[in-house]
């Protein structure tokens, strides 16, 4: 398998749902185009880096089965920050293309991501993540979920959870969904059990929306970049996240 790049993501989806994005700069992964998906989920998990996971993989047993029948890619992050991470998962552009640099750069950013694309192609599409993250997509697809910053890490994720499976619940063709707790865990100065739980919380999430999606889904949990503090803090390069793939 050649090496994966975050920005091969939104090729990925693209390909999978049908939609047309010309000049991304990654590349659909051919590996899960025999699968037979028509639908997608992307589960972005804040700090998920590719050590972190395989230190906590045997607690996340959600993700563990649906890599065991599908794919644990160990991606090359795109950037080490959340927002221009965030930007090359959803629009498959790297940093120098998508020039967002941070949350007020995102916001001000007129940069058509594959929610958007997809929607007004005629995909139902659902975004559900941090109040400010997701208000741009307001007007723009059919279901958006706020959550809201001040929520403590663990019902960050959960609130995230709830809307995401009301928002299955109208059958999108496209759902997007983001979980912060890991890396606020982290910000907030836990160790090792902290951010044990906060990702058995994202694993237990993924359960939930696992079991609500319908057959013929294709399955992504991808991290954003590797954690910013604590032993799993990468001192250098290579940059890697961990890419789960699998269907329902
Ligand atoms: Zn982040």
Same mark, same amino acid.
């Given at each position: 398998?050649?090496?994966?790049?975050?920005?091969?993501?939104?090729?990925?989806?693209?390909?999978? !749902?049908?939609?047309?994005?010309?000049?991304?700069?990654?590349?659909?992964?051919?590996?899960?185009?025999?699968?037979?998906?028509?639908?997608?989920?992307?589960?972005?998990?804040?700090?998920?880096?590719?050590?972190?996971?395989?230190?906590?993989?045997?607690? !996340?047993?959600?993700?563990?089965?649906?890599?065991?029948?599908?794919?644990?890619?160990?991606?090359?992050?795109?950037?080490?920050?959340?927002?221009?991470?965030?930007?090359?998962?959803?629009?498959?552009?790297?940093?120098?293309?998508?020039?967002?640099?941070?949350?007020? @750069?995102?916001?001000?950013?007129?940069?058509?991501?594959?929610?958007?694309?997809?929607?007004?192609?005629?995909?139902?599409?659902?975004?559900?993540?941090?109040?400010?993250?997701?208000?741009?997509?307001?007007?723009?697809?059919?279901?958006?979920?706020?959550?809201?910053?001040?929520?403590?890490?663990?019902?960050?994720?959960?609130?995230?959870?709830?809307?995401?499976?009301?928002?299955?619940?109208?059958?999108?063709?496209?759902?997007?969904?983001?979980?912060?707790?890991?890396?606020?865990?982290?910000?907030?100065?836990?160790?090792?059990?902290?951010?044990?739980?906060?990702?058995?919380?994202?694993?237990?999430?993924?359960?939930?929306?696992?079991?609500?999606?319908?057959?013929?889904?294709?399955?992504?949990?991808? @991290?954003?970049?590797?954690?910013?503090?604590?032993?799993?803090?990468?001192?250098?390069?290579?940059?890697?996240?961990?890419?789960?793939?699998?269907?329902?």
């Amino acid at each position: 398998m050649r090496q994966i790049n975050q920005v091969d993501l939104a090729p990925t989806v693209a390909k999978i !749902l049908g939609v047309k994005i010309p000049g991304m700069d990654g590349a659909p992964i051919e590996e899960v185009e025999s699968w037979g998906c028509s639908k997608a989920i992307v589960l972005i998990v804040d700090s998920l880096g590719y050590d972190l996971y395989k230190f906590f993989q045997a607690d !996340l047993k959600n993700m563990a089965s649906l890599a065991s029948g599908g794919l644990l890619v160990r991606a090359k992050a795109a950037a080490i920050h959340t927002s221009p991470a965030i930007a090359s998962i959803l629009s498959g552009l790297l940093p120098e293309h998508h020039g967002i640099h941070n949350t007020e @750069g995102a916001k001000a950013s007129t940069l058509s991501s594959i929610p958007e694309i997809a929607s007004f192609q005629g995909f139902k599409t659902a975004v559900i993540m941090e109040k400010g993250g997701a208000e741009v997509y307001e007007g723009l697809i059919d279901f958006v979920g706020k959550v809201s910053r001040d929520l403590d890490p663990r019902e960050f994720d959960r609130e995230t959870c709830r809307k995401s499976l009301e928002a299955l619940a109208g059958r999108p063709e496209l759902m997007i969904s983001y979980f912060i707790g890991i890396d606020k865990a982290v910000h907030l100065g836990g160790g090792l059990e902290e951010m044990r739980s906060a990702a058995v919380c994202v694993d237990l999430c993924l359960g939930r929306i696992y079991a609500a999606a319908e057959v013929g889904t294709f399955f992504s949990v991808i @991290g954003d970049h590797p954690v910013h503090a604590g032993s799993f803090k990468r001192q250098g390069g290579p940059c890697c996240v961990a890419l789960v793939l699998g269907r329902k």
